[in-house]
């Protein structure tokens, strides 16, 4: 068993393990619609299977990531192209998704804990049906990130 072999449900669990390795089994079946038990049923498979090999503990400066990167996404079809988003939605990765105007339709921010993880990111996004193509810049460094001030509608 690998990660592609995983269903969408096993990916989301392991996403929100891979965020949050304390989330509660309840917590994670209300994320994933299904019961608890049957969640703990899929994280003892994942464990036995070598996917999830334990949980520990990262220290570092809070809110530190270490991996960013921006891909730019062509769409099909730029009106009916929801399916994308909402899968683009389930990638806890994805820390921005804007619409745009210009040549690409979709630019998303990247933000994991290794180069790996933005390729298999990558990976995933690129193979969506409704995705011709894409562009990715990976981020060299930060020299000005801060939440919007006085603006009111944002998500």
């Given at each position: ?28 079946a ?7 038990n ?13 996917l ?20 730019m996404?062509?769409?099909k ?13 389930s ?42 193509n ?9 020299v ?11 998500e």
């Amino acid at each position: 068993m690998d990660r592609a072999s995983l269903d969408q449900i096993d990916q989301k669990i392991f996403a929100e393990l891979t965020r949050n390795a304390r989330v509660s089994h309840a917590e994670l079946a209300t994320k994933v619609l299904l019961s608890r038990n049957a969640v703990r049923q899929r994280i003892d498979r994942m464990e036995r299977h070598g996917l999830i090999q334990g949980y520990t503990i990262v220290t570092g400066p809070s809110g530190q990531v270490p991996v960013s990167a921006f891909l730019m996404v062509y769409r099909k079809d730029r009106v009916r192209g929801a399916d994308v988003i909402t899968v683009l939605r389930s990638i806890p990765e994805v820390v921005l998704c804007d619409v745009v105007s210009g040549d690409f339709d979709l630019l998303l921010r990247v933000e994991a804990r290794s180069l790996a993880r933005i390729q298999e990111i990558w990976e995933q996004v690129a193979a969506l049906p409704g995705v011709t193509n894409t562009v990715t810049a990976m981020t060299l460094s930060s020299v000005v990130r801060r939440d919007p001030i006085g603006v009111t509608g944002m998500e």
